[in-house]
T-cell receptor, first 112, second 112 residues
Framework: GQQLNQSPQSMFIQEGEDVSMNCTSS?????WLWYKQDPGEGPVLLIA?????ELTSNGRLTAQFGITRKDSFLNISASIPSDVGIYFC????????????FGTGTQLKVEL | GAVVSQHPSWVICKSGTSVKIECRSL??????MFWYRQFPKQSLMLMAT?????????EQGVEKDKFLINHASLTLSTLTVTSAHPEDSSFYIC????????FGPGTRLTVL
């Protein structure tokens, strides 16, 4: 099935640094979602974006829905050790009942 | 709110046996649930969409006779892997829709 391209594939950063990652698609989505997955666990929803150009924050996390509706960005400010994990973007065409298309994932490692 | 559970969290079985995985929405009703499969270091791939009271919709390439899905109530969907083989070993994750999709903790299946 289709996957969205995420970059970078992995990041190794120092605690306290800001982090940026993005997700791109060849097709348009009406909703963009960002999830975090810890090892051996299911993904946890971080931020949901519903409108092109929308900028939404959740604590230290900020995400934006690209104007073209083909991309999205996630920023994490002042990273801490518990930010370690894999971050997935997901695109959705319709409402919550429609299926998600997931990105390839960005693995974040934080050095103390 | 929006808690999804899965049972079992892990299972080891012999080749040729069938395994049933349960997905429950604990504090909400879900007319639609989704089943995903995730191989190591890869993203989530949608297998099928489970609709309460009707047949599941399978993604291209997923064998419906091998992966039986039953959504008998608004809080329970089951995935049965029939005649499991080692190549079916994977991490199976369900999600349930409540505004957005919320994921269960996953089930690790190992087929010997």
């Amino acid at each position: 099935g289709q996957q969205l391209n995420q970059s970078p594939q992995s990041m190794f950063i120092q605690e306290g640094e800001d982090v940026s990652m993005n997700c791109t698609s060849s097709s348009i989505f009406n909703t963009w979602l960002w999830y975090k997955q810890d090892p051996g666990e299911g993904p946890v929803l971080l931020i949901a974006l519903y409108k092109a150009g929308e900028l939404t924050s959740n604590g230290r996390l900020t995400a934006q829905f690209g104007i073209t509706r083909k991309d999205s960005f996630l920023n994490i400010s002042a990273s801490i050790p518990s930010d370690v994990g894999i971050y997935f973007c997901a695109g959705q065409l319709g409402g919550g009942g429609n299926k998600l298309t997931f990105g390839t994932g960005t693995q974040l490692k934080v050095e103390l | 709110g929006a808690v999804v559970s899965q049972h079992p969290s892990w299972v080891i079985c012999k080749s040729g046996t069938s395994v049933k995985i349960e997905c429950r929405s604990l504090d909400f009703q879900a007319t639609t649930m989704f089943w995903y499969r995730q191989f190591p270091k890869q993203s989530l791939m949608l297998m099928a969409t489970s609709n309460e009271g009707s047949k599941a919709t399978y993604e291209q390439g997923v064998e419906k006779d091998k992966f039986l899905i039953n959504h008998a109530s608004l809080t329970l969907s089951t995935l049965t892997v029939t005649s499991a083989h080692p190549e079916d070993s994977s991490f199976y994750i369900c999600s349930a829709r409540w505004n957005e999709q919320f994921f269960g903790p996953g089930t690790r299946l190992t087929v010997l």
